[in-house]
T-cell receptor
Framework: GENVEQHPSTLSVQEGDSAVIKCTYS??????FPWYKQELGKGPQLIID?????GEKKDQRIAVTLNKTAKHFSLHITETQPEDSAVYFC????????????????FGQGTILTVHP | GAVVSQHPSRVICKSGTSVKIECRSL??????MFWYRQFPKQSLMLMAT?????????EQGVEKDKFLINHASLTLSTLTVTSAHPEDSSFYIC???????????FGQGTRLTVV
């Protein structure tokens, strides 16, 4: 099955700096890669996602890049703010046996991001 | 984004009792819902995939008789933890997906404590 590795496990930055979190996946059939932000005691919130036919996607201060050949994707947060502090999870979705996109998500181990004022 | 509501947010129960957690998609019909378990400072582990009108598909190692899943309508899935024990204490999270969209939306999670 799919295996997703996420690094680093913790990341501490100063407000205004950039933060980068990286993930690798094992199954070349995976075709959807979302990133989630989880605050303490809450469920994950989708912040950005990318599909396998796209190499980069940006939404204001957040961007995601995908390298299908190397099977890795990264989350980039620019101009970080204290409210960006949370746990971030990457995930990869592999199509089910029928070949549709409705397979299950495999999550990375998570990155605790701390943004210091 | 779409709203997925999970209830209750916190529950404390005695060992040996059963607890039901509800997951509702409030503004869309979800043919597929997922149930996850998350231990402190760990990632989300998929427990089962719930399909409306059919039996849930459980991940390897998850006891189907202990974690009963019912997806009776396109907006509601329930997870019942039967004969709960302290080791079942965890954070349970559901997610729901629209029929024609790959995005998954998560509920707020339920903190289960078994005493």
């Amino acid at each position: 099955g799919e295996n997703v590795e996420q690094h680093p496990s913790t990341l501490s930055v100063q407000e205004g700096d950039s933060a980068v979190i990286k993930c690798t996946y094992s199954d070349s059939a995976s075709n959807y890669f979302p990133w989630y932000k989880q605050e303490l005691g809450k469920g994950p919130q989708l912040i950005i996602d990318i599909r396998s036919n796209v190499g980069e996607k940006k939404d204001q201060r957040i961007a995601v890049t995908l390298n299908k050949t190397a099977k890795h994707f990264s989350l980039h947060i620019t101009e970080t703010q204290p409210e960006d502090s949370a746990v971030y999870f990457c995930a990869a979705r592999t199509p089910n046996a029928g070949g549709t996109s409705y397979g299950k998500l495999t999550f990375g181990q998570g990155t605790i991001l701390t943004v210091h004022p | 984004g779409a709203v997925v509501s999970q209830h209750p947010s916190r529950v404390i129960c005695k060992s040996g009792t059963s607890v039901k957690i509800e997951c509702r998609s409030l503004d869309f019909q979800a043919t597929t819902m997922f149930w996850y378990r998350q231990f402190p400072k760990q990632s989300l582990m998929l427990m089962a995939t719930s399909n409306e009108g059919s039996k849930a598909t459980y991940e390897q190692g998850v006891e189907k008789d202990k974690f009963l899943i019912n997806h009776a309508s396109l907006t509601l899935s329930t997870l019942t933890v039967t004969s709960a024990h302290p080791e079942d204490s965890s954070f349970y999270i559901c997610s729901a997906r629209r029929p024609v969209n790959t995005e998954a939306f998560f509920g707020q999670g339920t903190r289960l404590t078994v005493v």
